[in-house]
Protein backbone atom coordinates (compact mmCIF):
# COMPACT_ATOMS: atom_id res chain seq x y z
CA UNK A 1 0.00 0.00 0.00
CA UNK A 2 0.88 3.44 -0.98
CA UNK A 3 2.19 5.83 1.87
CA UNK A 4 3.82 9.18 2.93
CA UNK A 5 6.12 9.72 6.32
CA UNK A 6 6.76 13.18 7.08
CA UNK A 7 9.44 12.53 9.92
CA UNK A 8 8.93 15.86 11.66
CA UNK A 9 5.53 17.46 12.51
CA UNK A 10 7.69 20.80 13.68
CA UNK A 11 11.54 21.95 12.32
CA UNK A 12 12.95 25.11 13.62
CA UNK A 13 16.05 27.15 12.21
CA UNK A 14 17.92 30.23 12.32
CA UNK A 15 17.68 32.61 9.17
CA UNK A 16 20.18 32.31 6.92
CA UNK A 17 21.12 28.69 7.82
CA UNK A 18 20.09 25.30 5.84
CA UNK A 19 16.64 23.89 5.75
CA UNK A 20 15.87 20.18 5.90
CA UNK A 21 12.54 18.71 5.82
CA UNK A 22 12.09 15.01 5.36
CA UNK A 23 10.04 12.74 3.95
CA UNK A 24 9.72 8.75 3.24
CA UNK A 25 7.38 7.25 1.19
CA UNK A 26 6.18 3.55 0.13
CA UNK A 27 4.99 2.79 -3.41
CA UNK A 28 4.62 -0.30 -5.13
CA UNK A 29 5.63 1.20 -8.07
CA UNK A 30 6.83 4.62 -9.68
CA UNK A 31 6.15 7.11 -7.88
CA UNK A 32 5.34 10.96 -8.86
CA UNK A 33 6.31 12.65 -5.69
CA UNK A 34 5.32 16.67 -4.96
CA UNK A 35 6.34 18.75 -2.47
CA UNK A 36 3.36 21.56 -1.38
CA UNK A 37 3.79 24.82 0.68
CA UNK A 38 0.88 26.62 2.46
CA UNK A 39 1.00 29.71 4.31
CA UNK A 40 -1.23 30.93 7.20
CA UNK A 41 -4.92 30.43 6.63
CA UNK A 42 -4.38 30.18 2.65
CA UNK A 43 -4.52 27.51 -0.03
CA UNK A 44 -1.45 24.93 -0.98
CA UNK A 45 0.76 25.84 -3.48
CA UNK A 46 3.29 23.59 -5.50
CA UNK A 47 7.16 24.11 -4.10
CA UNK A 48 8.25 20.95 -6.96
CA UNK A 49 7.78 17.45 -8.40
CA UNK A 50 9.15 14.62 -9.37
CA UNK A 51 8.05 12.58 -12.01
CA UNK A 52 11.28 10.31 -13.42
CA UNK A 53 12.77 12.78 -14.90
CA UNK A 54 16.00 13.88 -13.16
CA UNK A 55 16.52 12.70 -9.86
CA UNK A 56 17.72 16.56 -8.00
CA UNK A 57 14.23 18.89 -8.81
CA UNK A 58 14.86 22.20 -8.21
CA UNK A 59 11.89 24.21 -7.34
CA UNK A 60 10.86 27.85 -6.61
CA UNK A 61 12.29 30.12 -3.71
CA UNK A 62 15.36 28.25 -3.86
CA UNK A 63 14.18 24.72 -2.89
CA UNK A 64 15.37 21.30 -3.54
CA UNK A 65 14.56 18.08 -3.27
CA UNK A 66 16.11 14.79 -4.31
CA UNK A 67 14.65 11.22 -4.98
CA UNK A 68 16.18 8.36 -3.52
CA UNK A 69 14.65 5.13 -4.37
CA UNK A 70 17.10 2.49 -2.58
CA UNK A 71 16.06 4.89 0.85
CA UNK A 72 12.50 5.35 -0.50
CA UNK A 73 13.07 9.47 0.44
CA UNK A 74 12.40 12.67 -1.09
CA UNK A 75 13.93 15.39 1.06
CA UNK A 76 13.25 18.78 0.90
CA UNK A 77 16.22 20.93 1.08
CA UNK A 78 17.25 24.88 0.96
CA UNK A 79 20.36 26.21 1.61
CA UNK A 80 19.40 29.46 3.45
CA UNK A 81 16.59 29.86 4.85
CA UNK A 82 14.38 32.88 4.76
CA UNK A 83 11.97 34.74 7.23
CA UNK A 84 9.19 34.10 3.94
CA UNK A 85 9.75 30.45 4.93
CA UNK A 86 7.74 29.96 7.82
CA UNK A 87 5.21 27.67 6.69
CA UNK A 88 3.50 24.19 6.85
CA UNK A 89 5.36 21.64 4.10
CA UNK A 90 3.60 18.55 2.51
CA UNK A 91 5.03 16.04 1.30
CA UNK A 92 2.93 14.33 -1.69
CA UNK A 93 2.85 10.75 -3.59
CA UNK A 94 0.89 10.05 -6.97
CA UNK A 95 1.06 6.81 -7.43
CA UNK A 96 -0.97 4.00 -9.80
CA UNK A 97 -3.85 2.01 -8.06
CA UNK A 98 -2.85 -1.78 -8.19
CA UNK A 99 -2.50 -2.59 -12.14
CA UNK A 100 -5.35 0.00 -13.43
CA UNK A 101 -4.37 2.94 -15.05
CA UNK A 102 -6.24 4.95 -12.03
CA UNK A 103 -3.88 7.00 -9.70
CA UNK A 104 -4.35 8.31 -5.86
CA UNK A 105 -3.08 10.98 -4.07
CA UNK A 106 -1.47 10.86 -0.39
CA UNK A 107 -0.68 13.66 1.39
CA UNK A 108 2.06 13.57 4.39
CA UNK A 109 0.83 14.75 7.50
CA UNK A 110 2.77 18.28 7.04
CA UNK A 111 5.76 19.54 8.69
CA UNK A 112 5.78 22.95 10.74
CA UNK A 113 8.87 25.57 9.48
CA UNK A 114 9.33 27.96 12.10
CA UNK A 115 12.50 30.48 11.17
CA UNK A 116 14.44 32.42 14.04
CA UNK A 117 15.74 35.59 13.31
CA UNK B 1 -5.49 33.02 -16.04
CA UNK B 2 -7.69 33.04 -13.24
CA UNK B 3 -6.81 30.62 -9.91
CA UNK B 4 -9.39 28.26 -8.00
CA UNK B 5 -11.78 30.27 -6.50
CA UNK B 6 -13.63 29.20 -3.61
CA UNK B 7 -16.69 31.68 -1.71
CA UNK B 8 -17.31 32.06 1.21
CA UNK B 9 -13.87 32.47 2.48
CA UNK B 10 -14.96 33.01 5.81
CA UNK B 11 -18.56 31.92 7.49
CA UNK B 12 -20.26 31.25 10.63
CA UNK B 13 -23.14 29.16 11.63
CA UNK B 14 -24.97 27.18 14.09
CA UNK B 15 -25.12 23.58 15.18
CA UNK B 16 -27.79 21.46 13.01
CA UNK B 17 -27.71 23.87 10.48
CA UNK B 18 -26.43 23.43 6.71
CA UNK B 19 -23.59 24.61 4.54
CA UNK B 20 -22.94 24.81 0.76
CA UNK B 21 -19.28 25.80 -0.78
CA UNK B 22 -18.35 26.65 -3.68
CA UNK B 23 -15.14 26.10 -5.64
CA UNK B 24 -14.60 27.16 -9.45
CA UNK B 25 -11.93 25.85 -10.84
CA UNK B 26 -9.51 26.64 -13.18
CA UNK B 27 -10.61 27.33 -16.75
CA UNK B 28 -10.35 23.82 -18.96
CA UNK B 29 -9.72 21.94 -15.62
CA UNK B 30 -12.08 18.90 -15.18
CA UNK B 31 -10.94 17.60 -11.67
CA UNK B 32 -11.99 19.36 -9.14
CA UNK B 33 -11.19 17.88 -5.09
CA UNK B 34 -12.20 18.76 -1.89
CA UNK B 35 -10.33 18.35 1.18
CA UNK B 36 -11.32 19.42 5.14
CA UNK B 37 -8.22 20.84 7.48
CA UNK B 38 -8.16 20.61 11.07
CA UNK B 39 -5.34 21.23 13.76
CA UNK B 40 -6.20 17.72 14.88
CA UNK B 41 -6.53 15.97 11.62
CA UNK B 42 -4.83 17.40 9.15
CA UNK B 43 -5.63 17.70 5.45
CA UNK B 44 -8.27 14.76 4.67
CA UNK B 45 -9.74 13.91 1.38
CA UNK B 46 -13.21 14.51 1.26
CA UNK B 47 -13.92 13.94 -2.64
CA UNK B 48 -13.12 14.11 -6.16
CA UNK B 49 -15.54 14.97 -8.97
CA UNK B 50 -14.01 14.39 -12.68
CA UNK B 51 -16.69 15.57 -15.63
CA UNK B 52 -19.80 15.65 -12.95
CA UNK B 53 -19.10 12.21 -11.75
CA UNK B 54 -18.08 11.64 -8.09
CA UNK B 55 -14.26 9.54 -9.20
CA UNK B 56 -13.54 9.13 -5.53
CA UNK B 57 -14.48 9.56 -1.72
CA UNK B 58 -12.78 9.74 1.67
CA UNK B 59 -13.97 8.29 5.04
CA UNK B 60 -16.98 10.93 5.73
CA UNK B 61 -20.04 10.61 6.48
CA UNK B 62 -23.34 10.82 4.37
CA UNK B 63 -23.84 14.55 5.67
CA UNK B 64 -20.90 15.37 3.65
CA UNK B 65 -21.84 15.64 -0.14
CA UNK B 66 -20.83 17.42 -3.14
CA UNK B 67 -21.63 17.39 -7.10
CA UNK B 68 -20.28 19.10 -9.69
CA UNK B 69 -21.70 21.13 -12.94
CA UNK B 70 -21.35 20.74 -16.60
CA UNK B 71 -18.95 23.95 -16.29
CA UNK B 72 -16.85 22.14 -13.97
CA UNK B 73 -17.83 24.41 -10.95
CA UNK B 74 -18.40 22.16 -7.86
CA UNK B 75 -20.09 22.37 -4.47
CA UNK B 76 -20.17 20.45 -1.14
CA UNK B 77 -22.42 20.22 0.85
CA UNK B 78 -22.58 19.83 5.14
CA UNK B 79 -26.21 19.11 6.26
CA UNK B 80 -26.82 19.09 10.38
CA UNK B 81 -23.58 20.42 10.93
CA UNK B 82 -21.51 19.69 14.46
CA UNK B 83 -18.93 21.59 16.42
CA UNK B 84 -16.23 19.04 14.51
CA UNK B 85 -17.21 19.99 11.27
CA UNK B 86 -15.02 23.74 11.84
CA UNK B 87 -12.56 23.39 9.35
CA UNK B 88 -10.75 25.09 6.71
CA UNK B 89 -12.49 23.20 3.45
CA UNK B 90 -10.10 23.64 0.78
CA UNK B 91 -11.03 22.65 -3.00
CA UNK B 92 -8.60 21.87 -5.68
CA UNK B 93 -8.66 21.19 -9.12
CA UNK B 94 -6.66 19.89 -12.15
CA UNK B 95 -6.46 18.97 -15.13
CA UNK B 96 -6.97 15.67 -15.50
CA UNK B 97 -8.56 13.02 -13.20
CA UNK B 98 -6.27 13.41 -9.56
CA UNK B 99 -3.62 11.20 -9.15
CA UNK B 100 -2.58 11.28 -13.49
CA UNK B 101 -0.66 13.87 -13.32
CA UNK B 102 -0.49 14.23 -9.40
CA UNK B 103 -0.46 18.35 -9.58
CA UNK B 104 -3.24 20.15 -7.93
CA UNK B 105 -4.10 23.76 -7.85
CA UNK B 106 -5.55 25.08 -4.78
CA UNK B 107 -7.94 27.92 -4.12
CA UNK B 108 -7.30 29.94 -0.70
CA UNK B 109 -9.97 28.03 1.71
CA UNK B 110 -13.83 28.30 3.40
CA UNK B 111 -13.26 29.05 7.00
CA UNK B 112 -16.22 27.31 8.40
CA UNK B 113 -17.01 27.84 12.30
CA UNK B 114 -19.28 25.94 13.41
CA UNK B 115 -21.24 27.57 16.79
Known amino acids: AQSVTQLDSHVSVSEGTPVLLRCNYS??????LFWYVQHPNKGLQLLLK??????LVKGINGFEAEFKKSETSFHLTKPSAHMSDAAEYFC???????????????FGSGTRLSIRP | KAGVTQTPRYLIKTRGQQVTLSCSPI?????VSWYQQTPGQGLQFLFE???????NKGNFPGRFSGRQFSNSRSEMNVSTLELGDSALYLC??????????????FGEGSRLTVL
Open chain 2, 92 to 105: ASSLDAQGRTGELF
Open chain 1, 27 to 32: SSYSPS
Open chain 1, 50 to 55: YTSAAT
Open chain 1, 92 to 106: VVSDRVGYSSASKII
Open chain 2, 27 to 31: SGHRS
Open chain 2, 49 to 55: YFSETQR
